[in-house]
């Protein structure tokens, strides 16, 4: 970042230059406003950093000559002063100064050179896929050009009809579009159309861009769903602004999204399995028995507990023991698959819930499961399970406090007939 300070006193260029040496590639000092100036026109400047007074002209002055000039428009000016009287402050920012800092204050550079460094580190990480719809075929090539040496990636079409299409096979990071396009479909259209398409698109930004400078149409843009509004001719260092604030406040929205899935996906697996947990269970176990009954399909549960691990534990260690669960598992995951859910319940009990499936085939493939934990032999350890298996009733309609309560009794039954086996209860309920 190159920075230019105008200021005529030694004793404050020396304190200003410490100051942004932190957050400068390069300091460029200069004591007039015409060396200033000189200085301006030699070097491509990101920020100045201007006295309320010059050797030769108001800071005021300078300010309002160089918005006047090629990128002066956009480019950050800081006026410093010793005047307090709120005369110096309107005086500065109306003459076209960003901001006004007091020479008493320096700290408060300090902070706002800070802010200014990392937002300018962010745009220039900024990186995406941008959707650009102008029928204004020069503007969209300066754009591009604009963006040329970036991580920005553009794809440009004149109609709406067009990007609608795209739309609904690629994604987008942003969407900037004109109002009047060619072709039938305007950019409110098009805007409406992008919100509906899919949740993924509702979020993607939109800019929107027009010639027309009407305070209702603005309005209206923003009602269909535009994130922003820039007015034609297009000022590319604004839109540049404006597009990368979109792109990282997405990139932010973007991230909290996925942490959020995160925590919730370690809120509801189990940590040593992998599987869904009994926080997971509880949250879906009675809408899914009440879908089945909705639409007139079988609901099966199996509850299965490994036989004696309690001494495995005690004979081989916890390690050993955490072996075997990871293994029994995998297993789960491996055989139950689509709408099936096997989930850890706790300890050594497992829970697999099977839509679509009758008592009898849930019976057939409580035998499988159990000759397939047999054979596994997890750590060179031979392991059983006691395997208890039901089904939601026809006659009528139980939660799975009933439905939990049957495949609990089958299993306390299988472990009564010597365990590792497999045994069908029934639910019994009261009129």
Known sequence: MNILIAEPSNIFQRALERIFRVYATNVFMATSGTEAMDIYNTVRIDLICVSFYLSDMDGIEFVSDVRKLKFGETIPILMITSKKIQEATVKSLSSGATEIFRKNDLGEIEKFLKIFAEHARQQAQVEGNILLIDKDQKQASDIRAFFKDTHLKFIHFTTAEEAAEITRAAEFDLVITD????????????????????????????????????????????????????????????????????????????????????????????????????????????????????????????????????????????????????????????TFRGSDTPIRFGGEEFIILLPHCDGENAVMRAHTLLAQIRALRPASIPISASIGVTQTPQTIQVGSEELFAAADRAVYTAKSNGRNCVVFNEVNFRP
């Open 179 to 334: 109002v009047v396009l060619d072709g039938s479909m305007t950019g409110f259209a098009l805007i409406r159309e992008i919100r509906e398409i899919n949740e993924t698109m509702y979020r993607v930004p939109i800019l929107a861009i027009s010639a027309i400078s009407n305070v209702s149409q603005k309005i209206g843009l923003l009602r269909a769903g535009a994130n922003d509004y820039i007015q034609k001719p297009v000022l590319l260092e604004e839109l540049s602004v404006r597009m990368k604030n979109l792109l990282l406040n997405k990139k932010l929205f973007d991230t909290v999204e996925l942490q959020k899935g995160l925590l919730e996906k370690m809120a509801s697996s189990d940590q040593l399995t992998g599987l869904y947990n009994r926080h997971y269970l509880s949250g879906i176990v009675d809408k899914a028995i009440q879908e089945s009954y909705r639409y007139k399909y079988p609901f099966s549960v199996f509850f299965v507990d490994l036989d004696h691990f309690k001494k495995v534990n005690d004979t081989y260690g916890h390690p050993t023991g955490d072996a075997v669960l990871k293994a029994v598992a995998k297993l789960l995951l491996q």
